[in-house]
């Protein structure tokens, strides 16, 4: 049986745009994809801390070093510039690799800087 579990997850991002004419899907620093070993185009949810929405959407990879956290397409109507957001990434594993897998956390500041990586 696999089990889907909590990969990574990018915690409380600030959004800095929306684009509501572009393809759907959720851009992302690369930098932060590469710390919390999520993949462009991977699935992934993001959570609306400020109004509750969740939605599941794909990422794209946003300038290195930019902070960039950007809903694109219609996602673009469920959050706001300045909203935080959690991302999370999940995995399909076997029992005993879940029981052993621990996930990737990565903290960020106001300006999408990673803080710190810890697991969880």
């Known amino acids: 049986m696999q089990l889907n579990m909590l990969k990574s997850k990018i915690h409380m991002a600030t959004l800095t745009g929306t684009e509501l004419y572009y393809q759907g899907s959720i851009a992302i620093d690369q930098d932060l994809l590469d710390a919390a070993a999520i993949l462009p185009g991977e699935q992934v949810h993001v959570l ?19 902070g960039t956290i950007e809903l694109n397409g219609p996602a673009a109507r469920l959050g706001e510039t300045g909203d935080q957001v959690v991302i999370i990434s999940y995995a399909q594993m076997d029992e005993p690799e879940a029981k052993a ?19 969880e």
């Not at 400020?50 to 794909?58: C, K, S, W």
């Not at 990737?104 to 803080?115: A, G, Q, Y």
């Open 48 to 66: 609306n801390v400020n109004n509750g929405n969740r939605l599941i959407t794909y990422t794209i990879s946003g300038e290195r070093g930019s």
């Open 101 to 119: 897998y621990e996930a990737l956390v990565v903290h960020v500041d106001e300006k999408n800087t990673i803080k710190i990586l810890t697991t």
